[in-house]
């Protein structure tokens, strides 16, 4: 989550969504496993050597053969899951904190289709505080949350990977500061 502060009445928070590395990484590999997995399972339908690494035309196709191949295809089913997680960005967008106008926007982009883009608007004067939540363990989880006086607390951070516990502190004793409001769970 990036901030940009442009005068002093704004504040832009930029949240990265799907796009990130080890997204794209995981894409790679599982495009390679799911294209090395169905080229070995027509290699032993066809009897015909389709990979450079090995020669799987010895194999039976039937049950080993079949095996490979489903195995492939459900690979490239979930890299094409992925690729297009890539390309929507699911999960990216901004939070926008504005004290000309006295609104907050939280804008989120979600998969194709009526809700594509969620955009939260809310009155300044409806933001009770900034919470931190901060959950250790097996599952950690770190992220902040706008507290409303009318609405249920509204996720700040991206999903998926915890950040920092210092950034998370640095964060939201900025956005507290900024909002004027108290900062709760540290």
């Known amino acids: 989550m990036t901030i940009n502060r442009t005068k002093e009445q704004t504040l832009r928070q930029d949240v990265l969504g799907s796009r990130r590395l080890s997204n794209l990484l995981w894409a790679v590999i599982v495009t390679m496993g799911g294209i090395g997995f169905l080229l070995a399972g027509l290699s032993s339908y066809l009897k015909t050597n389709l990979l450079i690494v090995s020669d799987p035309s010895g194999l039976q196709f039937i049950p080993q053969g079949i095996a490979l191949t489903f195995y492939g295809v459900a690979g490239l089913l979930l890299a094409i899951y992925l690729w297009l997680l890539l390309a929507w960005n699911v999960g990216g967008g901004y939070n926008e904190f504005n004290k000309e106008t006295g609104k907050v926007v939280i804008f989120r982009q979600g998969y194709p289709g009526k809700n594509r883009q969620v955009e939260v608007d809310i009155p300044l004067a409806e933001v009770q505080s900034v919470r931190a939540e901060i959950r250790e363990g097996l599952n950690p989880k770190r992220a902040l949350y706008l507290r409303s006086k ?11 990977e915890p950040i920092a516990l210092s950034t998370l502190e640095n964060k939201g004793a900025e956005l507290a500061r900024f909002l004027e409001v108290p900062l709760e769970g540290l």
């Open 150 to 160: 009318k609405r249920r607390d509204l996720p700040l951070t991206r999903v998926g």
